[in-house]
């Protein structure tokens, strides 16, 4: 699903005219331009400086890259709250195969107008907004708390190595691929959802029991022992009459998440949108190079996103006397704020070095890559039972970056998309976010579970004030039968 965002991101810098001597003219500062980096043709020179056949500016261009996220604020809610009741095969795989289906019609949209190519990508964002809510709640199912935070971390280093893949293949496209290049980087990828769909359907299942009875591959009877003695949500999704909203929106542990998933979230989709177009406008590098050098950074996430999760859950259990599960957390989510923070204040400083710029941004995803072994494994662990709900609500609050980000770089840049001055301004109000993301998350997260997070005790209290309800209505019945009697004998 991340290979979408990543596709659109580099074809629209071969979709959106461009003209940099036009640019140049307008605004002579701030200028990084290097044409050695571009070869020494002529041809080369050209297709910098004119190219691209939509007539969208900056602003255009930031909505249409933060349009698959308008729909987002709907569904992973709802999406979450479904599986936690009736399971996430299906919901899953029909949910992919149609935002799939969607990036097929994205060139012919292009071409129609721009204004249903971004109703189209709306409508793409509510599918995908079910996708992520709907893998916590089978995660919760299938894997033993220990082994929900490496299975978690799949999830998200998953996302990066689908990047890793997709960015150098795009820029391949854009310059080489059939019907005119970059309109065949939506229909590959398309394509590529075919063999995906096909194994899931085969092989994925809600419940550990529902595989013995119709999957592919199927469990033993010694892993199925195994899941039900360590996992609070074995067999059926568990159907609590109402999940505790009021306990669930009060509480500090999910608005740590949420406020820090708007941090991170601000400068990931920032960079995920909009470093093929820095990349390609202030240091003029290559189409194919500029897909490369993204791809480079999906490693570096992909490699720490993969390595965190495991490494977290590894010291959480060796140092538990001297470090608690919270202030593991809170370290590695430290590091996914920070780094990427410092790295962007180095990047502002050292100005049109373009290979070290590039380094710093490899650098900055690297450490944003430590999310998997902080907060992105802490929701299943404070709420087990109701983590398909909480990801919706925190996934919910924390999409507005993902279309504001491209929308506000827009705005700073108009004009002047190659102008290194408007995009530190860019970078420091990033700089900015993570601090506060940082801040919030340090004194408000907690790993540890809660009351509200687990369906048992949720019934418990629920049981308990049922109790004593009852117990109220007995005393009232027992003094009205008194009062009745004492009239009697009065009478």
């Known amino acids: 699903m991340s290979s979408h965002s990543s596709s659109l991101s580099v074809a629209i810098v071969r979709m959106a005219k461009y003209n940099s001597s036009a640019v140049a003219d307008t605004n002579p500062g701030g200028q990084c331009l290097d044409r050695t980096l571009v070869g020494n043709g002529s041809d080369s020179d050209h297709e910098l400086t004119v190219r691209g056949i939509f007539d969208w500016n900056e602003s255009i261009q930031g909505i249409i890259l933060g349009a698959n996220f308008y729909m987002y604020l709907i569904t992973p809610t709802i999406s979450g709250r479904i599986t936690e009741r009736f399971g996430a095969k299906w919901i899953t795989s029909i949910t992919i195969m149609t935002s799939g289906a969607i990036l097929a019609l994205i060139p012919t949209a292009a071409y129609y107008s721009v204004n249903l190519l971004i109703a189209l990508l709306v409508i793409q964002g509510l599918f995908h907004g079910c996708v992520f809510a709907s893998l916590f709640s089978l995660y919760a199912h299938w894997f033993t708390p220990m082994e929900r935070t490496y299975a978690i971390s799949g999830i998200a280093a998953g996302s990066n190595f689908g990047n890793l893949v997709t960015f150098p293949l795009a820029g391949y496209l854009a310059e080489n691929g059939f019907a005119d290049g970059w309109p065949s980087i939506f229909y590959v990828v398309f394509m590529a959802h075919i063999p995906w769909f096909i194994l899931w359907v085969l092989c994925v299942q809600n419940t550990p029991l529902d595989s013995n009875r119709s999957a592919l591959i199927r469990c033993s009877d010694s892993e199925l022992n195994y899941i039900k003695n360590n996992t609070n949500s074995f067999g059926a999704p568990k159907r609590s009459s109402t999940a505790p909203w009021l306990q669930i929106l009060t509480s500090r542990c999910v608005w740590a998440s949420i406020i820090w998933k708007i941090a991170a979230g601000w400068g990931y989709y920032l960079l995920l949108s909009k470093m093929p177009s820095y990349l390609d406008k202030v240091f003029g590098i290559p189409i194919i190079q500029n897909g490369l050098f993204n791809a480079m950074t999906s490693l570096a996430t992909g490699v720490t996103m ?20 919270t202030a593991v957390r809170k370290i590695f989510a430290t590091t996914a704020l920070m780094g990427p923070a410092v790295c962007l204040t180095i990047i ?7 290979t070290s710029v590039i380094a710093l941004l490899i650098t900055a995803l690297f450490f944003y890559g430590f999310m998997t072994g902080g907060e992105f494994s802490m929701i299943s662990e404070y709420a087990p039972d109701f983590s398909g709900t909480v990801f919706g609500i925190a996934a919910t609050l924390s999409v507005f970056p993902a279309f504001l980000a491209p929308y506000v770089v827009g705005l700073i840049l108009d004009d002047s998309p190659n102008d290194i001055s408007r995009w530190n301004v860019v970078f420091y109000i990033t700089i900015g976010v993570y601090i506060l993301g940082t801040v919030v998350f340090l004194v408000f997260a907690s790993a540890e579970p809660q009351p509200w ?11 308990n004030e049922q109790v004593f309800e009852n117990i109220d209505k007995s005393r009232n019945t027992v003094k009205e039968t008194a009062n009745q009697l004492c009239k009697s004998m009065q009478t």
């Not at 993969?306 to 599960?325: D, H, M, T």
């Not at 502002?348 to 373009?354: K, R, V, Y």
């Open 348 to 354: 502002t400083a050292i100005g049109c070095d373009s």
């Open 453 to 463: 997070g687990l369906i048992d005790k949720v019934n418990n209290l629920s049981n």
């Open 306 to 325: 993969a390595v965190c999760g495991p490494l977290s859950a590894y010291v959480i259990r060796k140092s538990s006397a001297k470090l608690s599960k």
